[in-house]
């Protein structure tokens, strides 16, 4: 028994399932003498009664050890992997429902957390789970292979390509877009998004990852990638599955709602779906990824975006509302 929060972290109940060895030890907390007290052994598969019995309970919230965290992020991994791979078309929809709730429960717990190499991993599992098991494309695997190669002599961008892709394929589930098509294209096209950042300089990528102002000669750089990023991937990969709507994605991703955006500074209306998906992934994954940013919460986030549309509409301001409402 320990009474001592640093010592726990906070996990959704209904992340854990039943009849599995998970590997590390649940707690539960008890109000009345501030304890956390071991609730399910690691060491044998957890009793469906035990979980029921917090659920009437309506206990939504349990604990494991802070040092038990990267275990908890991997078993994450693999359960929505086991629930993806689950046949039958009734069943299929309720796994990706159910797998897009744990992604959004795992990134939301562990996008707060300091460890954000742990965070990243877990979005490159979450992807490539997602991508694997929804889309049994042997071409797009390799292209995605290639992809990876390709920015292999960036870390920082591939990152944050990873977070922009998970991130996109759960907005897209959110907004209720479950065709393996578009999901397919979302993890794609995030993927991809920054692939025009490929001969900029790091000190520039590192003040867009920052959030940090640049001068008008870095700006203008900067500005270029959305199209080299057409140009770049139309040279790299001579695939059909480069699809229109992904190279849509490259293309469109830093236009704006109010049309401030670039390159071609359109508005409103004329913003196609996917692209708008990936700026909001976008947007969320720089809050999230940004160093000092004092609270990586997805869903305070997403609010903080919509507040900030009340300045300046940069966003879908209907999607955000949807989305919110929808997690
Ligand atoms: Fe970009
Ligand atoms: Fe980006």
Redesign the pocket.
Known sequence: MSSDPDEFKQIELQSILPNQVLGFDIFIFMPINGKYISYISGKDPVDENRLKRLKFKKVNFIYIRQEDLAKYSKYISSAVRDKLSQKGGQNKREAIISSAEMIINSVDMLSGDDDLVDWSNNCVEVTKAVVDEIVKTKELSNAYDKIMDFFSSNPSIINHSLAVSSLGVVISMALGNFSPRTLTEVAYGGLV??V??GDVSEKIIEK?LRSEQMNSEESKIFKE??DN?VRVLSKIIKSKNITDNVLKIVYE??EMWDGSGYPQGIAGPTLAYLPKIITIA?RIALAMQKPESSNKNFKYILLKLQQEQDKKRTLDKRMLTSLLQNL
Do not use: E, N
């Open positions: 998004h920054d025009g950042l867009y990638h959305p990023g991703h830093h976008d």
